[in-house]
Each structure stands twice: as C-alpha cells, then as structure tokens.
C-alpha cells in the first residue's frame, strides 16, 4: 500500500462520500423539519473535514516494465540486392578466380588467351545484415557494430541451392568518451582509407586505384580544431614475390597509421600517413623485414547537389592495401634473401550528377602503376586501369535500380618481352536492384 498525503485527493474522496449519502437523505420522510435538515447537513459537513484531514491508501500500480535492453538501443539493418552481370575479357572466357565473376578484382582479368563470349553471372551475395547497439554512459556513450554478408565466400555453389557462408565484415566497439575522442577497437575499415571518398557504383568495390581494407585495429581519434586526428595500430600482413607464402604473417609489429581529417568550406578531405614492416620468415630459418611508408590523399568536394570525389595514393608500402592487392608491396632478392620495396602510386577521380530527384549518374576514371625491378617475373602486373559509367533510378525511397558499365584492362611487365600478349582487357555490364532496410 502506498500513503498519500495529498488534501485535495482526500477532500475529492470525501464529496463522493457525501453524494453517496444524498440519496439517502431523499428517502427520509417529508415531515423532517428545517431545524433537522440543518443538523443534518452540519453532520456531514463534519465528516468531509474528518476524511479530507485523513490520508487517503490507494494500491501501487503496476509497475511500468523494462526495456529489455535496460538503456541500451537496439538497431537491425541492411539491404537486399541482386547483382546481374554480363562480362566479356578479350584473352579468356572468365576471371582467372571465381571472386572476379562477383566484382571487379582487377588482378583476375586474364591475360594471354583467347576471347571467349560473353559470361553471364547472377547472385545475391552482397546482401548485407547489420546489428548496431548504443549505450549512454555516466562517461559518454559505448557503441557497437556487427556486420555480415556472403560475398567472396568460398563455401557454396550453383548446382541446386546457391547456398553461401556468411563472413564477418565489421566487428567493433567504438566508445565516445566525449565530444573530441573516441576509441575504437575492433575490426573495421582501414584508417588509411577514407570511406567517404568512395564513388557510388553498382560494383561491389569499384575503381582500381582506391585504397580498400578491412582489418582488426585499435583506433583513437582525438578533435583538432575543427578537424580531427586519428592513430591506429592495426593488424599486418605481408605480400612478396619470390615467396612460397601469400600473405605472410610474420611480423613483429602492426602497422600504424596517423591521418587527419577537416574540412574546407564545400570540401571534405583526408590526408593519411602509414608505416609497415614488410616481413617473412621461412621454414629454412630465412627471415627479413624492411619498413615502408604510404601516403594517401582524398576528399568530397561538394558541387550543389552534384559531387566530386578523389583519392590519389603513394608509397614503397602500398601492396594489399591498393586495388584489392593487386600488387604486392615487394619482392624477396633470390640471392641473398633481402626486401626490395616497390614504389607504386594509384588514384582516381569521380563524378556524380543528380539530374533529377530520382535520376542520378557517376563518372569514374582511375588507374595505378607500378615501378617494379628488372627481377620481377614477366607475369608480374605493371599497371591498371578503369571507367565505370552508371545510371541510378530510385523510383521510391532506399531502392535503387540501375545500370553500369566498366571497362577495365591489366598490363604485365614482360621484361624479357618473351610474352606474345601482355595486356588484357573487361568490359562489363552490371544491373542491380537493392533495397535498403
């Protein structure tokens, strides 16, 4: 029971009394004199002001139940998308890997064979399922963020179900310590790449000359001005030619990256900075490591409505982190076993036009190169290039349904010039429709 002590509530409970007592006094006899009546009512005057001083006893009410998440916000999304995808490669009839068939991997278009017809490839592996929750704090806030889908999964096939794994995209917990820091730890896009510089497109990554990663780290970004600066320690790997494994995982240290990132009136950009040991260690007790650098430089720039997007990168370092590794970042001297580092460069610059609420379009050209040594293998590549050219229709919101073109072609070194061919090409065609929920 729960007390309250409240007069005007008591004094209501007190006037329903007397009401209740009215009829009562309507059935009495209609000889009850005036001087009667008056006592009458001077009595249950008496017992409103008894009741109103008393307290009144009500009942708890049902308690209100918790959210089971206590304070915790639960958020589920994603989307739904279907890919189809018409490829033709001047020197074969496919992607030298299966991977290549599902998006543009610019390392698998084939070189040194015959043209075949046109490969026609339909999936949905790109649908995405994400789980985000958010937690307020007495000291900031605790985010986390859990995201999967099925592409460049190895287990499954075409012949009855087109069944595919899963795999883990992002894994993370980001606390927001305040305004001006947070911490991140966990797996996520690469601090060395700049997400938002990357060109809308129906293909699953895009231009050959983005830098794209994602790896286990631990990020702390700290306000600047009015920018921000970010440190991450993130998790190494180690691609060479001459080497019996690709990646190794021998290295002693993570590499670490420091980029800054503000604003200039209609400009975003990033500058960002790494260092990496580049690491082997073999069976036969040989092992080196060599330290190399890679600078990357990327933005939005607002036009309007319209954007333009860029992204230019360089270094002796680069090797996975360019083009979905389609170089690797150097290669084992066969004589005495040392690092040579390979300085490559790679970029691209992109346009997207809006010409109407519901028609939009992106221009993107891009290309790398490498500067390999003479020692290098013939089959090594040496340079990329890309167009993508789209048009996007969104007929009601967070659904897309559009087309896109992309030429592509690769470059092998053939220093020897022993090569009859050393260069081969990709034109594809992609439509997609994708749901956003």
């Given amino acids: 029971m729960k007390i309250i002590k409240n007069r005007k509530l008591a004094g209501a409970v007190a006037l329903a009394a007397m009401v209740n007592t009215l009829p009562a006094l309507a059935a009495e006899p209609d000889a009850l004199t005036a001087a009667q009546l008056q006592q ?15 307290p009144v006893e009500i009942e708890n009410p049902e308690p209100a139940k918790a959210s089971p998440f206590g304070d915790t916000e639960i958020q589920i999304g994603g989307y739904v998308k279907l890919d189809s995808i018409f490829s033709d490669y001047s020197d074969g009839s496919a992607a030298t890997a299966g991977v290549g068939e599902d998006f543009l991997v610019p390392s698998t278009i084939p070189i040194g064979g015959e043209g075949g017809d046109v490969h026609y490839n339909a999936h949905a592996k790109s649908t995405r399922l994400f789980f985000k929750s958010a937690t307020e704090l007495g000291a900031g806030s605790v985010n986390t963020h859990i995201e999967i889908d099925a592409m460049a999964g190895a287990q499954g096939d075409e012949r009855i179900s087109n069944s595919y794994a899963q795999r883990l995209r992002h894994a993370y917990v980001n606390w927001n310590i305040d305004g001006d820091r947070s911490l991140l730890a966990g797996q996520s896009w690469s601090t060395f790449f700049n997400v938002g510089a990357l060109p809308e497109g129906l293909d699953f990554v895009g231009p050959v000359g983005t830098i794209f990663e994602r790896q286990p780290q631990i990020r702390y970004t700290q306000g600047l001005g009015s920018g921000s600066l970010q440190f991450a320690a993130e998790n190494p790997a180690t691609t060479l030619y001459n080497s019996t494994e690709n990646p190794y995982d021998d290295n002693s240290r993570p590499d670490l ?6 604003n200039i009136g209609d400009l975003n950009y990033s500058i960002a900075s790494m260092s990496r040991e580049l690491a082997y260690d073999r069976a036969d007790a040989s092992s080196e490591s060599e330290q190399g650098y890679a600078i990357s430089l990327s933005g939005k720039w607002q036009l309007g409505r319209d954007d333009l997007r860029f992204m230019y990168s360089y270094g002796n370092a680069l090797g996975r982190y360019l083009g979905l590794n389609s170089y690797r970042a150097g290669i084992i001297d066969p004589l005495d076993g040392s690092i040579d580092l390979i300085d490559q460069h790679g970029g691209y610059v992109a346009l997207r036009h809006f010409w109407s609420e519901q028609w939009r379009s992106n221009l993107v050209l891009s290309a790398t190169a490498a500067d390999n040594p003479a020692s290098v293998a013939d089959t090594t590549p040496s340079a ?6 789209n048009l996007m229709y969104s007929p009601v919101p967070k659904m897309t349904l559009g087309g896109e073109y992309i ?5 092998v070194e053939n220093a020897s010039g022993q090569l009859a061919d050393d260069e081969g090409d990709m034109q594809r065609m992609q439509l997609s429709v994708k749901y956003v929920f």
Avoid: G, M, T
Wanted: positive net charge; proline residues 0%.
């Fill in 40 to 54: 009458r009512i001077a009595e249950l005057q008496a017992q409103v002001d008894a009741l109103a001083a008393r």
């Fill in 257 to 262: 990256v420091l980029r800054y990132n503000n």
């Fill in 384 to 389: 990329y290039q890309s167009l993508h050219l």
């Fill in 407 to 411: 030429f592509a072609s690769k470059e």
